[in-house]
């Protein structure tokens, strides 16, 4: 989960429909692997979160932007984004860097960030937040033009992050990190199918009596008296450090040991 610049917080699912939505405002088939993402900063408009907005791209020498590779300004009603000439042209040859830093920078737009110069940083694989404050805008950024550049749909046929890179034109280490979120994802459907067949198994069954060592704790989905096959389902431990969560009602899991009620652990939004 990744901050917004204006203070809230973008789920990974609220940046990959925003990513779709300007995909979409582009022109690009959801069908579409590569995105020509130079072709996407000639339109000379771009869609955001306030509206369809003036995009005005400067190409600039290299030796007027030491250090830099690209920064985002804006103002009422346009934007406003400076790219070095050498990442330029290596974004027009399909460099993975220069594809991400043209991409990174749309994720400033479409977020609405305003009010101050933000900066790419040469040489660095990911952008460089210049203060606590900045690196809130940095962040949700870099996310966003990860998703603009990798459809999560198209990338789930893929069987290795070597295949993403290749497929959408990304670098490894930002294919490793897709990947790693849909083998996040692959597991919480895991754990989900687990309570649902759970679910189904003990549907008939007659309930045991509620224990008396707490009346306020949900009922376990396994509280029918009926033991659980040995090894059948590895149920995830609670963030608390009080050790397996059990499965309640209404595809949930429950900790004995805090009282929490809840979705399984993602790694993103879990005990926070």
């Known amino acids: 989960m990744a901050k917004g610049g204006r203070g809230g917080w973008y789920s990974d699912e609220e940046l990959q429909g925003l990513a779709a ?21 000639r339109s000379h408009k771009v869609w955001t979160i306030e509206g369809i907005k003036r995009l005005v ?8 932007m030491i250090g830099t590779d690209a920064e985002y300004t804006s103002d009422v ?17 399909g460099k993975h860097r220069a594809r991400m830093t043209l991409a990174h920078e749309l994720g400033h737009i479409v977020l609405g960030h305003q009010g101050r110069t933000l900066a790419r940083l040469t040489g660095v694989k990911r952008a460089t937040p210049m203060s ?8 949700p950024a870099s996310a966003f033009g990860s998703f603009f550049l990798v459809n999560i749909k198209l990338a789930q046929v893929c069987e290795s992050a070597e295949q993403i890179s290749v497929k959408f034109g990304v670098s490894q280490p930002a294919a490793q990190i897709v990947w790693e979120k849909l083998d996040k994802r692959r597991n919480r459907k895991k754990i989900l199918d687990g309570l649902m067949e759970l679910s189904n198994r003990l549907s008939g069954a007659r309930p045991a ?9 949900p009922s376990p989905a396994n509280g029918s008296g009926l033991s659980e096959p040995a090894g059948s ?22 900790c004995q040991g805090c009282g929490y009620l809840g ?8 005990g926070t």
């Open 209 to 217: 009596s509620r224990s008396t060592t707490n009346d306020n704790a």
């Open 21 to 41: 939505a300007l995909r979409r405002f582009f022109g690009l088939s959801d069908e579409d692997c590569f995105v020509d993402v130079v072709r996407c900063f």
């Open 77 to 93: 009603g346009q934007v406003f984004v400076k790219v070095r000439e050498s990442v330029f042209l290596d974004a027009v040859r």
């Open 132 to 139: 606590p404050i900045v690196q809130t805008f940095e962040r």
């Open 233 to 254: 389902i590895s149920w995830p431990n609670c963030l608390c450090g009080a050790g397996p969560m059990h499965p309640s009602g209404g595809n949930k899991l429950y």
């Open 263 to 270: 979705d399984p652990p993602d790694g993103d939004s879990f």
């Open 57 to 64: 791209l400067s190409v600039v020498a290299d030796d007027q």
